[in-house]
């Protein structure tokens, strides 16, 4: 019985993996609710190469691809906190990438906001920003520099940090950015994985 159960979770595994590969071989990433999420607030920062202050200066423009809707506004830079590819400098407008979905809720004009960011790279559009972590990367900022998350937890509050703006730069030098390694498998690993998995499929029968 075991073996059998091992037998058809190795399907499973394999159909899920071979499914997503052809997601993946297709450039399909309209959808930007697939992203990361985050435990701690120092994960968030060591997985964000762009750290920003700005000022919301556009309503969000709605454009469809795929039949999927998506979003584009306007950000000004106040302040740049973290840039790892220093292309980015104060008074500099950015265009921000978002779906308005639950994860990933509008940013509105006229709001200072904290983001963190990374480039987008898809077929969606060229030349734009997203939220890592969505709605985990997206504060609101008062005058007071008190950070309030758009999301129902506030990482910072999780994670015993001070959600205070002030305390951002002690933070972003504690956690520099680290790249996420991604192995990409080739299509001889992923025929090779297939064999040994309906191999061991073979073996439990």
């Known amino acids: 019985m075991r073996k059998w159960m091992i037998g058809i979770l190795s399907v499973a595994v394999v ?14 990433t309209s959808d930007l609710a697939v992203t990361e999420s985050f435990r701690h607030i120092d994960d968030l920062a060591t997985r964000s190469p762009v750290v920003i202050v700005g000022k919301v200066s556009s309503h969000p423009r709605s454009f469809e691809y795929h039949s999927v809707t998506f979003f584009e506004s306007d950000i000004h830079v106040q302040r740049v906190y973290r840039d790892v590819s220093h292309e980015l400098k104060q008074t500099d407008t950015i265009p921000l990438l978002q779906n308005d979905m639950e994860e990933d809720p509008l940013v509105r004009r006229g709001e200072n906001v904290l983001l963190y960011l990374q480039k987008y790279e898809g077929p969606v559009i060229e030349h734009a920003y997203r939220i890592v972590g969505l709605q985990q990367g997206h504060f609101k900022v008062n005058r007071a520099g008190t950070l309030t998350s758009v999301g129902e937890s506030n990482l910072y509050q999780e994670s015993g940090r001070s959600a205070d703006l002030s ?20 299509d001889e690993d992923i025929e090779a994985f297939n064999e040994t998995q309906e191999r061991l499929l073979e073996e439990s029968q």
């Open 15 to 28: 159909a899920g993996y071979v499914m997503f590969s052809e997601i993946l071989k297709e450039g399909n």
């Open 167 to 186: 305390k951002l730069e002690a933070l972003l030098k504690d956690n520099p950015y680290m790249a996420e390694q991604n192995d990409v498998m080739t």
